[in-house]
């Protein structure tokens, strides 16, 4: 008899937890859905990937196709010369605003109250965002891609090899997936949105490049500055460069900054989101809100 309680206790149990997550999920989806600024940001990557599909056969002669290079980087917007994708920067306001708003205008508890776990409340809030960041990459390059096919036939250009940009497609997708995830965690570290922000932009344009110089002069160590997160998040982005020239090829490398593999900097990347997240649920069950 108390066996077969327990396994009902357990049973109930998943039960609840697998219901609380459902509804989270439900509630942080209506919540970002309500938001003006999530349609009006949506919107503005969405006018940026028709742009960029738009513009593909200018420079081009007659007949020719672009690069697959050249479609991945309108794919991912401009990523490894930024060296960051411009949507990700677009986001960064729904990807930081749910976990920084609340804890900063202490509303964190009306979450808490209405979900009955914090664990099951930050779990949401990543799973929302990384689908939304997913949902993004995938539509942005739906759009870039409808678009450069009716250009370059209108133009009489020819179609690229859409096969070779397959891998550069993946990276960006995953890539994106990741990038709600990190700003959400460190959101959660924070605690202050400017501040988060800041981090987000700043580190990946400027400290990581400034670190990898350190750990350069450094011996014993220098292979550290391949591994840096956004470096290996940058091979991941640069999976189609393989097909490029030789110096055009050496260029891209160089604006990488990181030696890893397209598959090495996507584990190194994926891992360093999930350590993040690791650490920003500490941070969000931990502390009280102000």
Same mark, same amino acid.
């Given at each position: ?26 509630? #942080? ?11 009006? %940001? ?5 006018? %940026? ?42 986001? %960064? ?8 708003? #609340? ?35 995938l539509g942005g390059t739906l759009l870039v891609a409808l678009s450069a096919m009716s250009a370059l036939a209108v133009s009489g250009k020819a179609q690229p090899n859409w096969d070779q940009t397959l891998s550069g497609l993946l990276g ?27 981090? %987000? ?6 400290? #990581? ?12 160590? #220098? ?14 982005l640069a999976a189609s460069a393989d097909t490029l020239p030789a110096a055009d090829r050496a260029l891209v490398e160089a604006l990488v900054g990181s030696d890893l593999s397209s598959g090495a900097g996507t584990i190194v990347f994926i ?20």
């Amino acid at each position: 008899m108390s066996h077969t309680k327990t396994v009902l206790d357990l049973q109930a149990t998943v039960t609840t937890r697998g219901t609380a997550l459902r509804r989270a999920l439900r509630y #942080e989806w209506c919540h970002l859905h309500a938001l003006r600024s999530t349609w009006i %940001l949506l919107g503005a990557i969405a006018v %940026l990937s028709l742009v960029a599909g738009l513009t593909t056969p200018v420079g081009l002669a007659p007949g020719t196709a672009p690069s697959s290079w050249a479609i991945v980087t309108a794919f991912q917007m401009d990523a490894v010369s930024m060296q960051l994708p411009l949507s990700a920067f677009l986001l %960064l306001p729904v990807a930081t605003g749910p976990i920084a708003t #609340e804890l900063t205008r202490g509303t964190a508890r009306t979450t808490w109250l209405t979900l009955a776990s914090r664990r099951t409340a930050f779990a949401a809030k990543l799973l929302v965002g990384g689908g939304l960041g997913a949902m993004t990459a995938l539509g942005g390059t739906l759009l870039v891609a409808l678009s450069a096919m009716s250009a370059l036939a209108v133009s009489g250009k020819a179609q690229p090899n859409w096969d070779q940009t397959l891998s550069g497609l993946l990276g960006y997708t995953i890539f994106m997936t990741c990038w709600p995830v990190i700003a959400a965690s460190i959101a959660a570290l924070l605690r202050n949105r400017v501040a988060a922000t800041l981090m %987000l932009i700043l580190w990946p344009l400027l400290g #990581e490049r400034i670190a990898g110089i350190l750990l350069r002069l450094v011996p014993g160590v #220098e292979a550290l500055a391949g591994w840096l997160p956004f470096g290996a998040g940058r091979a991941a982005l640069a999976a189609s460069a393989d097909t490029l020239p030789a110096a055009d090829r050496a260029l891209v490398e160089a604006l990488v900054g990181s030696d890893l593999s397209s598959g090495a900097g996507t584990i190194v990347f994926i891992g360093f989101a999930m350590v993040l997240a690791v650490l920003g649920a500490w941070s969000y069950m931990a502390k009280d809100v102000r």
